[in-house]
């Protein structure tokens, strides 16, 4: 048991003693997709949702929850960000908005909880926000992009 971080000698959970690590910086970005019908993306372009702009609220949402990550995931250490950014990528062929965070600190542990904790909240707002046009979207492809800092070095998603 005691290969797992997250676990003691006994099996019990707990959270990882990073008290003897130095503070680095570190950098983490994240992806997803908000798959829509033509007609909700439409509505997204053009700022046609009753409910306000779709991705201006979304935006704040993402950044929101990347600095309450650890309210929201058991075990994640609470962390001061110096950054958080969210971004869109609007795929007219697909129908579908790409979201992008990327969370910077300079602390003990890395922010990947962060990145993907914003790109899905972010998801989950334009869902929100949409839901009464479109029941049918589909939030995907949440990953990891890139990470960088820390013990365990660079990861770059291949592809």
């Given at each position: 048991?005691?290969?797992?971080?997250?676990?003691?000698?006994?099996?019990?959970?707990?959270?990882?003693?990073?008290?003897?690590?130095?503070?680095?910086?570190?950098?983490?970005?994240?992806?997803?997709?908000?798959?829509?019908?033509?007609?909700?993306?439409?509505?997204?372009?053009?700022?046609?949702?009753?409910?306000?702009?779709?991705?201006?609220?979304?935006?704040?949402?993402?950044?929101?929850?990347?600095?309450?990550?650890?309210?929201?995931?058991?075990?994640?250490?609470?962390?001061?960000?110096?950054?958080?950014?969210?971004?869109?990528?609007?795929?007219?062929?697909?129908?579908c908005i790409v979201i992008e965070a990327a969370v910077r600190t300079?602390?003990?542990?890395?922010?990947?909880?962060?990145?993907?904790?914003?790109?899905?909240?972010?998801?989950?707002?334009?869902?929100?926000?949409?839901?009464?046009y479109d029941r049918e979207m589909r939030i995907s492809e949440i990953?990891?992009?890139?990470?960088?800092?820390?013990?365990?070095?660079?990861?770059?998603?291949?592809?």
């Open positions: 048991m005691s290969s797992f971080t997250h676990i003691d000698d006994k099996g019990r959970v707990r959270m990882v003693d990073v008290t003897d690590k130095k503070p680095t910086v570190r950098v983490a970005r994240a992806g997803g997709s908000v798959f829509l019908k033509p007609e909700t993306f439409d509505m997204i372009r053009d700022h046609k949702v009753k409910k306000g702009n779709v991705l201006e609220t979304a935006r704040i949402a993402g950044i929101m929850a990347a600095k309450k990550t650890s309210e929201l995931i058991p075990m994640c250490h609470p962390l001061h960000l110096t950054h958080v950014q969210v971004d869109f990528v609007p795929n007219e062929a697909n129908h300079i602390d003990q542990t890395g922010v990947e909880m962060e990145a993907l904790t914003a790109v899905s909240v972010t998801a989950l707002t334009i869902y929100d926000m949409c839901k009464s990953q990891l992009l890139e990470k960088s800092g820390g013990k365990s070095g660079t990861y770059k998603r291949s592809g």
